[in-house]
């Protein structure tokens, strides 16, 4: 287990963590403080960890996630590769875990996860660009096309952000177990791995569960979350989070709360269906 404390900018410290990490290592990093992760300013990012993000709803988990591309470039500089098993924010802190691999095969392997990703200023749709459209290696392809059709609220106006980690940031098995062998007695620590690990599995009402029994989910979570206040529709209520959640996992999608934001949800579901399920008029309520 190797940890890296940093006050403020983590990127100083990457090339010399992953120069000297043992195989199969665990590395955590903790930044604080940093205002380039908050996207506050951007040109900081660009320079310190070598893509650019905007201020969005999302911009914690966008923050980690530029954090995580640039440790797999360190990594990779050494025939290494990285397997993120946990990312955390609590206030202005990011905590980050990942588990070091070691040979080029899985160096390259890594690499395929960092995507630029398409961020739409108006209706803040956002999707990573597909494998083969030129990021890390290859010839670039037209990627404007990847949004829905039609924006919700006009015409799309897309943004490309990155490079960016577009794999997993949650191993709900090692959550799993950290939760089980955790000796801490502090309240909020508990219930903060208790709320990364319901977020980490995403499920839903048919892949979830089976005989009330949980699966093992093989698919990724969801990357990213939408905030409910600014993607609720203009009906005279607001709906609660957990009825948004319950009816998107009776539709078939997967969904959970998130600790990134008190106030979002973390889907599979495409936005014009979140409009939809947040849209249907109240009954019972």
């Given at each position: 287990?190797?940890?890296?404390?940093?006050?403020?900018?983590?990127?100083?410290?990457?090339?010399?963590?992953?120069?000297?990490?043992?195989?199969?290592?665990?590395?955590?990093?903790?930044t604080k403080d940093d205002p380039s992760l908050q996207a506050s300013n951007p040109e900081v990012a660009l320079r310190h960890y070598g893509g650019h993000i905007i201020r969005t709803?999302?911009?914690?988990?966008?923050?980690i996630r530029l954090v995580l591309a640039a440790m797999a470039r360190s990594a990779a500089k050494w025939n290494k590769a990285i397997i993120v098993v946990c990312c955390a924010t609590?206030?202005?802190?990011?905590?980050?875990?990942?588990?070091v691999q070691k040979g080029p095969q899985h160096a390259n392997s890594c690499l395929q996860n960092i995507r630029m990703l398409s961020h739409c200023l108006t209706c803040e749709e956002r999707k990573f660009h597909p494998v083969d459209?030129?990021?890390?290696?290859?010839?670039?392809?037209?990627?404007?096309?990847?949004?829905?059709?039609?924006?919700?609220?006009?015409?799309?106006?897309?943004?490309?952000?990155?490079?960016?980690?577009?794999?997993?940031?949650?191993?709900?098995?090692?959550?799993?177990?950290?939760?089980?062998?955790?000796?801490?007695?502090?309240?909020?620590?508990?219930?903060?791995?208790?709320s990364i690990f319901e977020e980490a599995r995403c499920p839903s009402k048919v892949a979830g569960e089976s005989h009330g029994k949980r699966k093992k989910m093989d698919i990724n979570t969801p990357p990213f979350y939408f905030n409910l206040h600014k993607h609720h529709p203009k009906v005279p209520y607001q709906k609660?989070?957990?009825?948004?959640i319950e009816e998107l996992k009776k539709l078939g999608y997967r969904a959970s709360r998130t600790h990134f934001d008190r106030l979002a949800v973390r889907t599979d579901a495409p936005l014009e269906k979140l409009y939809e399920v947040m849209n249907i008029e109240r009954s019972g309520e």
């Open positions: 287990l190797r940890f890296l404390d940093c006050n403020s900018d983590a990127s100083s410290f990457l090339d010399a963590a992953f120069r000297n990490i043992a195989r199969n290592s665990l590395l955590v990093l903790t709803c999302y911009s914690k988990e966008l923050g609590f206030k202005s802190s990011f905590t980050i875990a990942v588990r459209t030129g990021f890390p290696v290859g010839k670039v392809r037209n990627v404007t096309n990847i949004l829905a059709t039609e924006c919700l609220h006009g015409k799309h106006v897309v943004k490309h952000l990155g490079p960016l980690w577009a794999g997993d940031i949650f191993d709900a098995d090692f959550i799993e177990n950290t939760i089980k062998n955790s000796i801490t007695d502090d309240l909020t620590t508990e219930s903060l791995l208790k609660n989070i957990n009825k948004v």
